[in-house]
């Protein structure tokens, strides 16, 4: 019964910017971590960045353009994207490890993902 549900993404110009955002809804007990992951053609899915409630982990790609926010109040976790290259291109997938209703431990869960294109 939980849903996360992507948003923001799009088409932007190398060198814009982008807001991506994820709001978990359902029977939530509590989120013990949020983030974003990426895929690109052909290759693997890759971390970008993830948060719990104190502490942030980012990929070795995002190179400090890129940072993850949370608002535990909304369940939703967010991603600026600054000074996007065509090379951060991919479907971006919102993530979340949730406890629950009836449960003590923690279920991950994957958005639909969000595309987003950077042009040169």
């Known amino acids: 019964q939980v849903q996360l549900v992507e948003s923001g993404g799009g088409l932007v110009q190398a060198g814009g910017s982008l807001r991506l955002s994820c709001a978990a809804s359902g029977s939530i007990v509590s989120i013990n971590a949020m983030g974003w992951y990426r895929q690109a053609p052909g290759k693997q899915r890759n971390l970008v960045a993830t948060i719990t409630q104190g502490r942030t982990n980012y990929g070795p790609a995002m190179q400090g353009r890129f940072t993850i926010a949370r608002d535990n109040a909304k369940n939703t976790v967010y991603l600026q994207m600054n000074n996007l290259k065509p090379e951060d291109t991919a479907v971006y997938y919102c993530?979340?490890?949730?406890?629950?209703?009836?449960?003590?431990?923690?279920?991950?869960?994957w958005g639909q993902g969000t595309q987003v294109t950077v042009s040169s």
């Open positions: 993530n979340a490890n949730i406890v629950e209703s009836g449960s003590y431990l923690s279920t991950s869960y």
